[in-house]
């Protein structure tokens, strides 16, 4: 008798090896390309004014370093400002109107600006210089904390309302059982499809006729009429549940609002992070909805603040710019960091039953 025998083949180690790296590679390069708007600017930042726009741009922040004379005093390493600062000292009446002016103060130094002929300075170099106090300048330069105070509590309650309302309607989509269930989830999914520059004018005639126009009340409002594609999220997560579970409970005499809270929910917690996050990033960034219901400054968001702050000045002050917003992106970077694991979870276990 012949036997057959199959022999399973074995990853060679060299071809294993040759495919991690260049995964690894792949996964780098993406993981730069994506990361580079970042980088740039939180280099940005860190520059003074004068280096923002220089050509060609160059990553590490610089300073071009004169010798200059002032008053007499020798100056072997002076920063200069080409066009005239707001911390400066004015030159009017120490040079005749022909002479080519500079303004020039010590490197590293936070006295004013004072006035040179061009002709004073002298090239020495370009160092390296991190301007850290342009993160304490664009502080300063708008209501920072007043808009992050804004900001938060809007999240807190969209958050909130996103959380309770589409948990709710996911739950009764998903866990009871009642005629036309499935034919209104399709028409909830189907509002998916409008975006919200189609409802943007509606939404608006409805809160003004409300006088709710000016307040915040129109930005967290909506988020406890549900979300169609977080109810879409836990629906789908929910199913995964076992119905043993919840038939358990309800021959113990549970309702159907203990058995969402005290079962479902305890269990669900890794959607609902992710939900969590999801609205939490979408208030956090959203700027078309402050733009078009907020119209105290004092209400702002950051969003609308660091928009609000670009477009007061004649001209961008693109350090303090970027240092802003670099602030504003950081929290979003760590709530990521910090709950990845949850976020993983909660995505890669919804939709598992069908």
């Excluded at 938060?152 to 589409?166: N, Q, R």
């Excluded at 003004?208 to 009429?225: D, K, N, S």
């Excluded at 549900?226 to 113990?252: E, M, V, Y």
Aim: hydrophobic share 50%.
């Amino acid at each position: 008798m012949r036997i057959f025998r199959t022999h399973t083949a074995v990853p060679d180690s060299e071809s294993e090896s040759i495919y991690q790296i260049l995964r690894f590679l792949l996964l780098l390069f993406f993981g730069i390309a994506f990361a580079l708007p970042f980088l740039w600017t939180v280099s940005t930042s860190l520059k003074p004014l004068s280096e923002t726009t220089k050509m060609p741009p160059e990553w590490l922040p610089r300073t071009t370093i004169y010798k200059a004379e002032i008053n007499g005093t020798q100056i072997s390493r002076a920063e200069v400002s080409w066009t005239p600062p707001e911390n400066r000292i004015d030159p009017t009446e120490q040079f005749p109107a022909d002479v080519d002016i500079a303004w020039v103060r010590p490197h590293g130094s936070e006295v004013a600006y004072r006035a040179v002929p061009k002709k004073n300075l002298e090239l020495q170099g370009r160092v390296i210089d991190f301007r850290w106090e342009n993160y304490v300048g664009a502080v300063h330069a708008i209501p920072f904390w007043r808009y992050t105070k804004n900001t938060l509590w809007l999240c807190v309650l969209s958050v909130f309302g996103t959380l309770l309302s589409s948990a709710l309607v996911a739950y009764g989509f998903s866990r009871i059982q009642w005629r036309g269930r499935d034919q209104l989830f399709l028409l909830v999914l189907a509002t998916m499809m409008i975006p919200f520059p189609v409802i943007m004018i509606p939404l608006y005639s409805l809160f003004r006729g409300f006088g709710l126009i000016g307040t915040m009340v129109p930005l967290w409002l909506p988020t406890f009429f549900g979300n169609a594609f977080f109810i879409f999220l836990l629906r789908q997560f929910f199913r995964g549940i076992p119905d043993d579970l919840t038939d358990a409970a309800r021959i113990d005499g549970c309702s159907e609002w203990r058995i969402f809270w005290n079962i479902i929910c305890p269990l669900s917690h890794s959607a609902l992070i992710v939900v969590a996050i999801f609205k939490f990033i979408e208030t956090w960034n959203d700027f078309l909805a402050p733009f078009i219901f907020l119209t105290d400054q004092e209400d702002f968001t950051l969003a609308l603040g660091l928009q609000f702050f670009q477009s007061q000045h004649g001209g961008t002050d693109w350090h303090y710019l970027m240092a802003a917003s670099t602030l504003v992106t950081l929290p979003v970077i760590l709530l990521f960091f910090f709950a990845q694991r949850r976020f993983i979870e909660g995505i890669s276990m919804t939709g598992m039953k069908n």
